[in-house]
């Protein structure tokens, strides 16, 4: 089945400790990307990768790293996260844009809390 | 700077249409997207407009014009089950994706 994962769904941390949210896909895409999203903002943009070794900064780049070693895996990293950083997160995948659909598949989500 | 606008909110009857509208201004175009967020769920995926002009998906429409700045998602014989936000994003001469903050649709019995 054709699935973006992300892991965990659920996390409370106090702040300065540091967290990795892992995403894989397993639908051979190039293009990933790692959302948060607020009530009253909408989805935005963390860092997007168009291939393994290539990351760029979206919307909101702050407090957050990622790496794209294997082109299935694109981890989310935040090194001393900060309550402003509560929020819902998304990963989602696609192939790279005009190479035919451009549908983005999004993971189910993680909810974390930085107290 | 790059900006996506979509009412806030839209209340529409059981078995009627609704238009939901999206305008944007952004760095390049690479396409315009239409996303359904159920509460608490991730993002699926509705549509895509890469050239100006309607595209039809059963009940679910999408519209483009790239000279206005401008696109609507039209839904027809509304469904209970269509209640959710409706999300419009526009992907940058960068590859980025730009997202509006989203239309939340009521349907009323």
């Known amino acids: 089945e054709a699935q973006v994962t992300q892991n965990p769904r659920y996390l409370i941390t106090v702040t300065g400790k540091k967290l990795t949210v892992t995403c894989s896909q397993n639908?051979?895409?190039?293009?990933m990307s790692w959302y948060r999203q607020d009530p009253g903002l909408g989805l935005r943009q963390i860092y997007y990768?168009?291939?393994?070794?290539?990351?760029d900064k979206g919307d909101v780049p702050e407090g957050y790293k990622v790496s794209r070693k294997e082109k299935r895996n694109f981890p989310l990293i935040l090194e001393s996260p900060s309550p402003n950083q509560t929020s819902l997160y998304f990963c989602?995948?696609?192939?790279?844009?005009?190479?035919?659909?451009?549908?983005?598949?999004f993971g189910p989500g993680t909810r974390l809390t930085v107290l | 700077g790059q900006n996506i606008d979509q009412p806030t909110e839209m209340t529409a009857t059981e078995g009627a249409i609704v238009q939901i509208n999206c305008t944007y201004q952004?760095?390049?175009?690479?396409?315009l997207f239409w996303y359904q967020q159920h509460a608490g769920e991730a993002p699926t995926f509705l549509s895509y407009?890469?050239l100006d002009g309607l595209e039809e998906k059963g009940r679910f429409s999408s519209f483009l014009s790239r000279s206005k700045g401008y696109s609507y998602l039209l839904l027809k014989e509304l469904q209970m089950k269509d209640s959710a936000s409706y999300l419009c994003?526009?992907?940058?001469?960068?590859?980025?994706?730009?997202w509006g903050a989203g239309t939340k649709l009521i349907i009323k019995p």
């Open positions: 989602a995948s696609s192939l790279l844009p005009g190479q035919g659909t451009d549908t983005q598949y």
């Open positions: 639908m051979n895409h190039e293009y």
């Open positions: 990768s168009m291939n393994v070794e290539v990351t």
């Open positions: 952004t760095s390049g175009f690479n396409g």
């Open positions: 407009n890469v």
């Open positions: 994003a526009v992907m940058d001469s960068n590859y980025q994706l730009i």
